[in-house]
């Protein structure tokens, strides 16, 4: 009888300075190799991603001084000599201490690498945002967007008709300047048409790209597959939708969706398949006008719809509204055709989906067919809960998945993960994914 392979759980987590030529560089850092239990989240639909880390009484750290050579080292374990290329010598000291509340400080940079086996993959880098030190030592980080908080942002006022995420961000508005930071290239590629744009008073670059989550417009951070070293770039989408007239969502193409097997890869699965009738189903769609108002549509089907009917059509518009940005105040919106806005239809018992519209300036109609458009495309049989899996892939948020269940083949499909929980400890090593969205089956 065969006795199958145990796995090692291996983690890596060094804290050190950042280099000021490059912050992804950590410069006399610590290496610390176990913990009691660490977690880190991230969304695409968050700018900043957490991470918490709780080590146990008597953990050790390593650390490694490079100097000039001296006749003997002082509280180190181990001492090496290098011939560097220009023929002087260096000395490298190793040693091993204690973890306390000593070994780090508020603002320094952290890098951790999760994996099995020895095998590890960049999983969290970012800056120590605090610490308790009572009964465990616990350090709290954000990731690097981080630094964007620490970032004023120009004083500017874009044109009333609005503007693009591109002219803010790198072309003429250029708040990413000195940042270290650019623009994903799937977001270059694309247009993405936001409000007018004012600021005027003491705002930070995170500021902004945060305030844009309400409007639907997610700014998150996309590291480079390839090169761990690299400072991420800021992607920027919209609520993914299977509409080709919709942006891109940015993904990458090169990894290919990666395939989970429910039978080999889920721990625990909380998914449940929602079927919904179309009928009962109505989409509200939100865009902003020329004037600094938003108004709102929302599209459901006919239910006195005939196919066999000319002219009968097959959605209707109610509850048409219009909502000043600075009251707040629903006033009424009669521009919609066939809207009516006196009369409001009771949507209690209807699934209510949101949209909201990348064009500024548009009017109510054009609106309304964007939202048809949207409802045409929506998925009705969708997927609720999350799905945790083992670490086996190391997965971030926004990219794709495909679930592979032979038992229950209804909920088989690639989805798009919006929101990932990695937790790592003595329990294990886990990831709790949100893929409400099915991109094809």
């Known amino acids: 009888m065969g006795i199958a392979a145990m796995d090692i759980l291996c983690c890596r987590i ?15 850092g610590v290496e610390i190799t176990e913990v009691q239990s660490l977690e880190i989240n991230e969304s695409y639909k968050k700018l900043i991603g957490t991470a918490k880390v709780i080590f146990p009484k008597g953990s050790v750290c390593r650390s490694t001084i490079i100097g000039n050579v001296t006749l003997e080292g002082k509280d180190v374990s181990r001492i ?23 070994t780090f400080k508020v603002g320094q940079r952290i890098n951790i690498k999760l994996g099995y086996n020895g095998v590890l993959k960049n999983m969290f880098d970012g800056y120590i945002t605090g610490y308790n030190s009572d009964s465990t030592l616990e350090i709290q980080c954000e990731n690097m967007a981080y630094k964007l908080k620490l970032k004023q942002a120009p004083h500017f006022e874009t044109p009333a008709k609005g503007t693009t995420v591109n002219e803010v961000l790198e072309g003429k508005y250029n708040i990413l300047k000195d940042t270290g930071f650019r623009i994903h ?3 270059k590629r694309f247009e993405i048409h936001i409000g007018k744009v004012k600021v005027t008073d003491n705002f930070t670059v995170a500021d ?9 417009v997610y700014c998150f951070l996309k590291y480079d597959a390839d090169d761990d070293g690299a400072i991420p770039s800021i992607a920027v ?6 509409s080709k007239a919709q942006p891109v969502f940015p993904e990458d193409e090169s990894t290919g969706p990666y395939r989970i097997y429910f039978n080999e890869h889920v721990a625990q699965s909380n998914l449940k398949v929602v079927k919904t009738d179309p009928k009962f189903l109505a989409v509200t769609g939100k865009a902003l006008g020329t004037d600094e108002k938003f108004f709102e549509v ?10 066999a009917t000319p002219g009968s059509k097959e959605f209707q518009t109610v509850n048409a509204t219009q909502i000043s940005k600075k009251t707040h105040k629903v006033t009424g919106n009669t521009t919609a055709s066939g809207a009516k806005t006196r009369t409001k239809v009771d949507l209690s ?10 064009h500024v300036g548009i009017n109510s109609d054009r609106l309304v067919e964007e939202t048809t458009e949207y409802f045409r495309n929506y998925n009705l049989n969708g997927i609720t809960g999350n799905v945790t899996v083992f670490g086996d892939f190391g997965l971030s948020p926004a990219v794709q998945v495909e679930l592979i269940d032979y038992r229950n083949p209804s909920k088989n499909g690639v989805y798009l993960v919006e929101e ?9 090593y886990r990831q709790q994914l949100s893929i409400p969205y099915k991109i094809r089956k």
């Not at 902004?208 to 639907?216: A, P, Q, R």
């Not at 990932?420 to 294990?428: A, L, R, W």
């Open 14 to 28: 060094t804290i050190g300075d950042a280099d000021p030529s490059n912050p992804m560089r950590i410069q006399n």
């Open 420 to 428: 990932v929980t990695t937790t790592f400890g003595v329990g294990g």
């Open 208 to 216: 902004i790209l945060s305030e844009w989550s309400k409007y639907k």
């Open 298 to 307: 929302t599209v459901r089907m006919n239910p006195e719809y005939d196919p």
């Open 185 to 187: 290239s799937d977001t």
């Open 349 to 358: 018992t209807y699934t209510i989906v949101p949209y909201m519209s990348p």
């Open 237 to 242: 989408g919209r609520p993914y939708s299977s």
């Open 80 to 102: 090496t000599t290098e011939v560097m290329q220009d023929g002087v010598i260096i000395e490298k000291r190793s040693a091993q201490r204690l973890v306390d509340e000593t």
